[in-house]
């Protein structure tokens, strides 16, 4: 009986989402040999809502595929490799991409942009054609600019829904709740509060005025805390000496992300997430903001929370940096299908 009762609390504590039985979902990543994609793969085939866990990348995917096959769970796992993207992406209910170059010490946005900006324009590509009604969701950075990218290819494939395009930035709200638990002394776990705006720099704002608990402090300890929050994505870049980016935090942080867009498929209601969207976003075409999901992907953007004077100020100060971070996405994206039209054109 002692052993019975061991394993099932095993099962429950490897097993989100366990509260219902449903098992009928396929996710598929992409980018899944890297070093957020294996962690986050792990994760995902724990997930008692996944069925089908699809992972693709340009090397190395048959011996993640092979680790993954050994571990105890009855989710199905199948790798795919690179001229395989289509084929993976087939059927798939959420497409989550971690694909890309991480940042090093020393890289600009830019430099992350161009290294990064083309596999938006590839994993959308191959969802209009494989998955369209799939939710799609981007780790790749720099989402300020990935998210619009992958919006135009999707409307030129005459497949995009605003309510079903993503830009993960849970790991902003699961660093924020980790840092005000600790300044707090109370379980991060407790803690709630939005953070809005985009996912990067000055662009990420927590709304420590809605905190919950109360965040009842000196101004001072919010700005150094926002200031932390904010750049907490170098800090570990620095940490690792030139070894990497955050990869652990953000696997936790895509998996509960995927998670909680499984759980409003299978209808679970008052599924709420922070995603970086362009469905109904307030002050610019792409925002972050606290989301009610469900079945068709977004089932209301709740909009901007309450802000007080510092946060207000803050958003003022943010807006510009992010619309030209959409812009250039928007640009590039235009420019990159044109040239790509005209090459066709040519060839005939």
């Known amino acids: 009986m002692l052993v019975c009762r061991s394993k099932g ?3 429950r504590l490897l097993s989100p989402g366990s509260n219902t039985s449903s098992r009928d979902y396929k996710v598929a990543v992409v980018g899944a040999s890297g070093g957020i994609g294996q962690p986050l793969s792990l994760l995902l085939k724990q997930n008692s809502l996944v069925s089908e866990l699809s992972i693709h990348d340009m090397r190395n995917i048959k011996g993640v595929e092979a680790d993954l096959s050994h571990i105890c769970t009855s989710v199905q796992t199948n790798a795919y490799e690179d001229q395989q993207l289509e084929d993976c992406l087939a059927a798939a209910d959420v497409v989550v991409v971690p694909a890309g170059l991480p940042r090093k010490p020393g890289m600009t946005r830019d430099q992350l942009f161009e290294a990064n900006a083309g596999v938006a324009l590839r994993v959308a590509r191959a969802v209009s054609e494989s998955c369209p009604g799939a939710l799609l969701a981007f780790v790749t950075n720099p989402i ?9 290819l999707l409307k030129s494939k005459n497949s995009y829904d605003p309510r079903r395009l993503f830009g993960i930035t849970t790991l902003d709200v699961v660093r924020a709740r980790t840092f005000v638990g600790d ?3 109370v379980n991060p776990a407790k803690v709630d509060l939005p953070v809005i705006g985009g996912h990067a720099g000055k662009t990420i704002l927590p709304i420590f005025s809605q905190c919950c608990p109360s965040f009842q402090c000196q101004l001072e300890d919010i700005r150094r805390l926002t200031h932390r929050i904010q750049e907490a994505g170098t800090e570990v870049v620095n940490a690792k000496d030139g070894a990497g980016s955050a ?3 953000m696997a936790y942080a895509a998996a509960r992300f995927v998670n909680s867009l499984l759980r409003g498929l299978s209808g679970e209601p008052d599924v709420m997430e922070c995603a970086y969207v362009g469905y109904k976003s307030p002050c610019l075409p792409f925002f972050a903001t606290p989301l009610m999901l469900s ?3 977004v089932e209301q953007n709740l ?3 309450h802000l007080d004077d510092f946060e207000r100020e803050s958003l003022e100060q943010m807006l510009p940096e992010l619309e030209q971070s959409i812009q250039k996405g ?3 994206a235009k420019e990159k299908m044109e040239k790509e039209e005209c090459q066709q054109e040519c060839q005939k």
Do not use: C, H, R
């Not at 300020?144 to 135009?152: C, D, G, L, Q």
């Open 247 to 249: 990869t652990l935090s």
């Open 295 to 297: 079945a068709k992907g």
């Open 9 to 11: 609390l095993l099962q």
């Open 303 to 305: 909009g901007l929370p």
């Open 330 to 332: 928007v640009v590039y």
């Open 183 to 185: 300044f707090l002394n």
């Open 144 to 152: 300020n600019s990935i998210v619009p990218i992958a919006a135009e």
